[in-house]
């Protein structure tokens, strides 16, 4: 743990909300990471008490930040840097158990999709990524 600032980047790697510091770069570049509700960049410093919105896959959480670090470590010491917010836990879990409850693509179609089930199923699947 260091002292009072750490770039996004690095913290975000730390924190071990991203597999690689190249991947919290690429997702802080790409606006996926706000600070206190606005857009960053990967080089911004981040401070004790700073509220982070971060979109994950098909999530997305808010955490205050509660520790800094600059290096990774365990997961145990990954989870100590933050907490998340109620509000954000709440609607993880009501986003996930609907998840769970929704059919999967394709559920009505029998057998193989011929071509034109196929075009609308890439069509579902793309206007949810752009969804989420």
Same mark, same amino acid.
């Given at each position: 743990?260091?002292?009072e600032?750490?770039r !996004?980047?690095?913290?975000?790697?730390?924190a071990?909300?991203?597999k690689?510091?190249?991947?919290?770069?690429? %997702?802080? %570049?790409g606006?996926?990471?706000?600070?206190?509700?606005?857009?960053?960049?990967?080089s911004?410093?981040?401070?004790?008490?700073?509220?982070?919105? !971060?979109?994950?896959g098909?999530?997305?959480?808010?955490?205050?930040?509660? =520790?800094?670090?600059?290096? +990774?470590?365990s997961?145990?010491? =990954?989870?100590t840097?933050?907490?998340?917010?109620?509000?954000?836990r709440?609607?993880?879990?009501r986003e996930r158990e609907? +998840?769970?409850l929704?059919?999967?693509?394709?559920?009505d179609?029998?057998?193989?999709?011929?071509g034109?089930? +196929?075009?609308?199923?890439? %069509?579902? +699947?793309?206007?949810?990524?752009?969804?989420?």
């Amino acid at each position: 743990m260091t002292g009072e600032k750490v770039r !996004i980047d690095k913290w975000l790697w730390a924190a071990r909300f991203f597999k690689t510091r190249t991947l919290a770069t690429e %997702a802080v %570049a790409g606006g996926r990471v706000h600070l206190e509700g606005a857009r960053i960049k990967p080089s911004r410093d981040v401070q004790v008490g700073d509220r982070l919105e !971060i979109t994950a896959g098909e999530s997305t959480l808010t955490v205050v930040v509660r =520790a800094l670090a600059d290096r +990774r470590g365990s997961a145990t010491v =990954a989870a100590t840097l933050y907490d998340e917010t109620a509000e954000s836990r709440e609607k993880r879990e009501r986003e996930r158990e609907q +998840r769970r409850l929704a059919p999967p693509p394709g559920a009505d179609m029998h057998g193989r999709p011929s071509g034109r089930d +196929r075009r609308r199923l890439e %069509a579902q +699947r793309a206007s949810q990524r752009r969804r989420g």
